[in-house]
């Protein structure tokens, strides 16, 4: 028996890369049973992605999963939506290394950051007249004016969503030997929200003695983050911060189609890619397997199999310097490319 593992076939290109991981995973000897889930359009319409997948999860515990459309129905985001919060999976894990190719040669990195189900506030359309009481309480209880125009969105930071974001947090930095954990705020513009989740991230940290702590302004960061990105290693922040520093760091890091991502939970863990589903290049062969791929080394890593995750780390990088295997936005003028299963195979091999 393997580890069971949930395989979220995806739209788009979502079915090719997909398949391309479960090569690569398969290659480096460590057991999975794949229980391989098809929620993306080719599915009827009378299934529910969102039951197909709980169902399927609640089994298996861990899932990788292709990219989803934004489809004209929407029935996409809100299903992945209600996977993540049905599952309680609040923190978003993305690393950032660079590889060859990359505009960074220095980074290493791991981003931690608030999963947007439960980091969300609500918010009030100017024209209505809920905005319009709330405008009218918020007013008398701060005595200060607000325009009667105004619309508004409260943002809400909690104590055990701070608490539990660190921990993870910390957690990956000692279980995957790394040794600074920087916390990511706005305490100076949002003293109470901020305030409360800086409050929380120095609690933490005199609980993990033997990793170094700093915060740090997330304005800040963006500029130290493009001049010196070797000073850090772990960066932990609200949704807010990480949705927009994280897309810095795909930048950095050589764009989406290197760049993996999990989001975890006490009990569940989803991995995928940054990208979307790339319809224009769907059942070509044609686009890049390397951030699901790297989606797989998370994955072994969460499972405990850090050999089998190295090996796999290592084979991606070799594939990648050696510019032979690879697929059309990573080969160099001259050379001719590669296919998605080529690549996925190329891999394999390098492992």
């Excluded at 990219?67 to 929407?74: D, G, K, L, R, S």
């Excluded at 740090?216 to 807010?240: F, K, R, W």
């Excluded at 590669?338 to 394999?348: L, N, S």
Aim: aromatic share 6%; glycine share 8%.
């Amino acid at each position: 028996m393997g580890y069971p593992v949930t395989l979220i076939r995806g739209d788009g290109i979502g079915p090719e890369v997909t398949e391309a991981v479960r090569i690569a995973i398969d290659a480096t000897g460590v057991a999975v049973d794949w229980n391989i889930v098809d929620t993306g359009r080719e599915a009827t319409e009378a299934d529910s992605i969102a039951s197909q997948v709980l169902g399927a999860m609640r089994e298996t515990k861990v899932a990788i999963a292709g990219p989803f459309a934004a489809a004209a129905n929407q029935r996409s985001q809100p299903a992945m939506a209600k996977i993540r919060k049905q599952l309680q999976l609040y923190a978003h894990l993305q690393p950032a290394k660079s590889m060859v190719g990359s505009n960074f040669s220095d980074i290493n990195l791991l981003l931690v950051y608030e999963s947007a189900n439960v980091s969300a506030g609500f918010g009030f359309d100017r024209t209505t007249n809920e905005a319009a009481d709330v405008r009218d309480y918020l007013a008398r209880m701060s005595g200060i004016p607000i325009y009667e125009d105004a619309a508004l969105d409260i943002r809400l930071v909690s104590v055990l969503g701070c608490r539990r974001l660190m921990e993870c947090a910390f957690e990956q930095a000692r279980t995957h030997d790394r040794h600074k954990v920087t916390a990511v705020h706005r305490s100076d513009t949002q003293p109470f929200t901020d305030g409360l989740f800086l409050e929380i991230a120095r609690e933490i940290a005199k609980d993990y003695l033997k990793i170094e702590f700093e915060d740090c302004l997330a304005d800040t960061l963006c500029t130290q983050l493009i001049q010196t990105p070797q000073n850090y290693d772990v960066l932990v922040m609200p949704h807010l911060y990480g949705q927009m520093i994280s897309d810095l760091c795909t930048g950095m890091n050589g764009g989406a189609s290197v760049t993996p991502r999990a989001t975890l939970g006490d009990e569940y863990a989803i991995f995928d890619a940054v990208h979307g589903p790339v319809p224009q290049l769907a059942g070509q062969n044609k686009v890049n397997p390397t951030a699901l791929i790297l989606s797989g080394v998370m994955l072994l890593r969460h499972l405990g199999e850090y050999a089998a995750a190295q090996q796999l780390q290592a084979a991606v990088e070799t594939v990648i310097a050696q510019q032979k295997a690879v697929t059309d936005d990573l080969v160099p003028e001259g050379t001719q490319p590669v296919g998605t299963r080529e690549m996925a195979d190329a891999i394999a091999s390098a492992i």
